[in-house]
């Protein structure tokens, strides 16, 4: 079946240190969508990029939506203990998502 | 308002028993979905309702029985559970631009 590659599945970061996770497809999607999952809750959807190339902000949070159609990249500056989460990349088939792996995010204060 | 609200949150329950999960979403979307969680945190489709009509069986055991009785509402019965049922599952729904939303999640233990 469909199935998006993300990675890196888990990061240890300090405090204050800007985060870098990617997803890759062998699909070509005309949706990328980038969701956090907080301990016991579902994921939230983030940042949602429609077009090649698109390159979209939501706070300290940038997603790009890759040129190719088959990969994005979300980037976290200057992290702080709130960011800590699983963030998941999603990518839009017809009738649904097919989400990546997920990356665990932890941070040190 | 919680906009997509599933439950309950939690349950556990035996092994052979019969047990539903609730959804209802009140932002007017027509489309609905349940996903389930592994212990390993990723995320599969198990079914997709346009306006009350199955869109997508994802391969899914008949033991899972979706149930739609309007767009707002989107109910999963789950028949003679399994250990390997054990899991986190998800309504959502689906808005404009393909996005989708999700509940909170029910977790379901089977002992």
């Known amino acids: 079946g469909q199935q998006l590659n993300q990675s890196p599945q888990s990061m240890f970061i300090q405090e204050g240190e800007d985060v870098s996770m990617n997803c890759t497809s062998s699909?070509?999607?005309?949706?990328w969508l980038w969701y956090k999952q907080d301990p016991g809750e579902g994921p939230v959807l983030l940042i949602a990029?429609?077009?090649?190339?698109e390159l979209t902000s939501n706070g300290r949070l940038t997603a790009q939506f890759g040129i190719t159609r088959k990969d994005s990249f979300l980037n976290i500056s200057a992290s702080i203990p709130s960011d800590v989460g699983i963030y998941f990349c999603?990518?839009?088939?017809?009738?649904?998502?097919?989400f990546g792996q997920g990356t665990r995010l932890t941070i040190n204060p | 308002d919680t906009a997509v609200s599933q439950t309950p949150k939690y349950l556990v329950t035996q092994m052979g028993n019969d047990k539903s999960i609730k959804c209802e979403q009140n932002l007017g979307h027509d489309t609905m979905y349940w996903y389930k969680q592994d212990s390993k945190k990723f995320l599969k489709i198990m079914f997709s309702y346009n306006n009350k009509e199955l869109i997508i069986n994802e391969t899914v055991p008949n033991r899972f029985s979706p149930k739609s009785p309007d767009k707002a509402h989107l109910n999963l019965h789950i028949n003679s559970l399994e250990l390997g049922d054990s899991a986190v599952y998800f309504c959502?729904?689906?808005?404009?631009?393909?996005?989708?939303?999700f509940g909170e999640g029910s977790w379901l233990t089977v002992v």
């Open positions: 959502a729904s689906g808005g404009s631009g393909n996005t989708i939303y």
């Open positions: 999603a990518g839009h088939f017809p009738q649904k998502l097919v």
């Open positions: 699909s070509i999607f005309n949706t």
């Open positions: 990029l429609y077009k090649a190339g």
